[in-house]
């Protein structure tokens, strides 16, 4: 029988942290992750300061707030825009992006995007040609710093019954716009068909008054 690694101590746990977010990928500007990471080797302290169990106690707590102080870093870095995936992806991710474009022209860049081979870009641009749309027909307010997947649920108000592409799309873009994996040729298809199924589609505006049918 293997006898198990001894757990990380206090010290050790917020040395690993404090690696991993000064990493390139959670690079940022304006002194953004400088202030993330006081906050978050100030607060790790304090709370190992205060925990004084049994070894096995202390090592399973210290892995869970390793990984939950990584996560939080993550969507946090991730909401504000500041986590980049690369430099393939050319198109603005904000969905209130370019506000002097209409709808119209955001669905052409994305055809022209998925003709050229860009999924990414394509599904980017699906998207934000999606919520234009119901922005310029007054069925969407759009916040800055809305995410894919509030869009989406806020444009599944008007049009039930295409929540779940609605939803799907929102995963395209985050994959497309955030993930280490490129979105797929049937996401950024996908979606660029349902921008333009939408377009042409009559909202539901019972549904979006609360109003039972």
């Not at 100030?42 to 102080?69: K, N």
């Amino acid at each position: 029988m293997i006898a198990a690694a001894p757990p990380p101590d206090p010290e050790e746990a917020r040395s690993r942290v404090l690696e991993e977010l000064s990493k390139s990928e959670y690079d940022t500007s304006g002194g953004f992750l400088e202030w993330l990471l006081g906050h978050l080797e100030s607060w790790f302290a304090a709370l190992m300061d205060g925990v004084r169990g049994s070894s096995t106690t202390q090592g399973v707590l210290t892995v869970v707030v390793l990984l939950l102080l990584l996560v939080a870093a993550v969507l946090v870095l991730r909401r504000t825009g500041n986590l980049r995936r690369s430099a393939a992806l050319a198109e603005e991710r904000a969905l209130d992006a370019e506000e002097h474009l209409r709808a119209e022209v955001l669905r052409e860049r994305a055809r022209a995007a998925l003709g050229a081979g860009r999924r990414d870009d394509a599904t980017v641009l699906a998207l934000r040609a999606l919520v234009r749309d119901l922005e310029e027909r007054t069925l969407l307010e759009v916040d800055a710093g809305m995410t894919a997947h509030e869009a989406a649920i806020a444009a599944a108000r008007p049009f039930p019954e295409l929540r779940p592409s609605l939803l799907r799309g929102a995963a395209a873009f985050d994959t497309a716009a955030y993930s280490a994996r490129p979105a797929t040729a049937k996401q950024a298809e996908d979606l660029l068909r349902l921008a333009e199924y939408l377009a042409g589609s009559t909202p539901d505006l019972a549904a979006l008054d609360g109003t039972p049918a």
